[in-house]
């Protein structure tokens, strides 16, 4: 079991957090923005950065050459769906995508690129000290920002119904 802090501060547990999450056994912050029974879009439970999504799947696989070409498929047209709807509500205009073959269950991070971000040249380099900072910046403010922004993702989702 892994013991983490979620960006409420409440202390969450899990066995594997992208099979949980996947199976509805871990609720990310306000819910799923989508979620086709196979990939799943939503906030992470940890990185408190308004717009930041997580595309999940429901296979314990690490790397995307487990993925079978329809799968592969599917999953680009989801994320460049993410993407664009993204942008489209204003969180963003960039997005910094990361995956990493280390952990354990595969996942794309999809960071939007914020103003404030400029302090640390927006570059990928500096993603620890990004995530440090919206960890340490977390306030009343930016949860209602990031909540609303789950929210408004959702009903992007909805109007499009894809
Ligand atoms: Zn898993």
């Not at 070409?69 to 509500?89: A, F, G, Q, S, Y």
């Not at 204003?90 to 073959?101: A, D, F, G, P, S």
């Amino acid at each position: 079991m892994t013991k983490v802090n979620d960006i409420f501060g409440n202390e969450i547990e899990f066995e594997c957090m992208g099979c949980e999450i996947a199976e509805h056994k871990l609720i990310p912050p306000g819910g799923y923005v989508y979620d086709d029974g196979f990939i799943n879009i939503s906030a992470d439970p940890e990185i408190p950065i308004v717009g930041f999504m997580v595309l999940g799947i429901k296979k314990h696989v690490k790397s995307i050459n487990e993925l079978t070409r329809d799968e592969r498929i599917h999953i680009m047209d989801v994320l460049n769906t993410t993407i664009e709807k993204m942008k489209k509500i204003n969180i963003c205009e960039e997005v910094l995508l990361i995956q990493e073959e280390k952990a354990s269950h595969f996942h794309i991070w999809i960071v939007p690129m914020h103003e404030w971000m400029i302090n640390f040249n927006k570059n990928v380099r500096n993603i620890k000290e990004i995530i440090d900072y919206s960890k340490e910046n977390f306030d009343e403010k930016t949860k209602d920002d990031l909540l609303n922004a789950v929210e408004l993702l959702k009903e992007e989702f909805k109007k499009s119904n894809k």
